[in-house]
């Protein structure tokens, strides 16, 4: 019973965060959902910058604690670890409907573009970008990375193995392809306020920093392997000519 109860729950986490990463669409696009990161009356303009920097930290730190091997070390003596990525899952779930619900609006315009064909250039940009997301996580292992590969082993009694390192497609001309999805979908908009602005600057930074401690993690585990990968691919800016990688060479980014 135990195993299902776990199975059920890792499903569960997987579907609520397919549900915040539609809804993320809506907010940060202004689309159809009843709140986004424009929409709410705007008030002063100090507390909205306060109270939004606070709602980023929170969900860059539950990111990046969670995330470090050292945490989770700690964290599996409570958390049983076939759920412990399902967990993970949610918490990240969770913090993000926090910062949907109690963000605040800043409605000072950066930029309006007012031409048409760039607008919609935009907009397919910004499709594109959050496109990219789910795309390459399929390009890896969607499954283990949010946690429902582990609930399935384990209710059919198997024991988990890491997967393999790889570098499929994208992977072999640039290192982080899902930050540069996520980069894609916070910047590319036609119409951007100053908490929009804020949003998009905060996170692209947090990603650039989250790296670091990604890649040392990395080559703690991989060692030589990934450093070779490393030193054959970059890191944000694709590179299309003259790659000749290695068929084992590569990784998935954390969501992280």
């Not at 946690?147 to 890491?162: A, F, I, M, N, S």
């Not at 306020?193 to 401690?213: E, I, N, R, S």
Request: net charge positive; aromatic share 14%.
């Amino acid at each position: 019973m135990k195993r299902f109860l776990y199975f059920v729950y890792g499903v569960a986490c997987h579907l609520l965060f397919l549900g915040t990463f539609i809804y993320m669409a809506g907010f940060v696009g202004n689309l159809l959902v009843p709140k986004t990161i424009d929409s709410a009356p705007a008030g002063p303009i100090g507390v909205a910058v306060v109270v939004n920097l606070l709602l980023l930290a929170l969900f860059a730190a539950q990111h990046s604690i969670m995330a470090r091997p050292t945490f989770k070390q700690v964290w599996t003596r409570i958390i049983p670890e076939p759920i412990e990525r399902s967990t993970y899952v949610l918490a990240t779930c969770l913090v993000t409907i926090v910062l949907f619900w109690q963000w605040r609006t800043i409605d000072v315009i950066v930029w309006d573009v007012q031409t048409q064909a760039l607008r919609v250039a935009a907009w397919a940009l910004f499709a594109i970008g959050w496109l990219v997301v789910p795309a390459v996580t399929l390009l890896l292992d969607h499954f283990d990375l949010f946690g429902t590969r582990q609930v399935w082993l384990h209710l059919t009694r198997k024991d988990y193995t890491p997967l393999p390192f790889r570098a499929p497609l994208v992977y072999k001309h640039v290192r982080h392809p899902l930050y540069i999805g996520w980069a894609i979908f916070f910047w590319a908009a036609p119409t951007m306020t100053l908490g929009h602005l804020l949003f998009a600057v905060v996170l692209t930074g947090y990603m650039v920093l989250a790296v670091f401690a990604e890649e040392r993690d990395l080559v703690d585990n991989l060692g030589h392997e990934y450093v070779e990968y490393r030193r054959r691919v970059p890191k944000f800016i694709p590179r299309f000519t003259g790659a000749a990688l290695a068929s084992r060479a590569g990784c998935a980014s954390q969501i992280s």
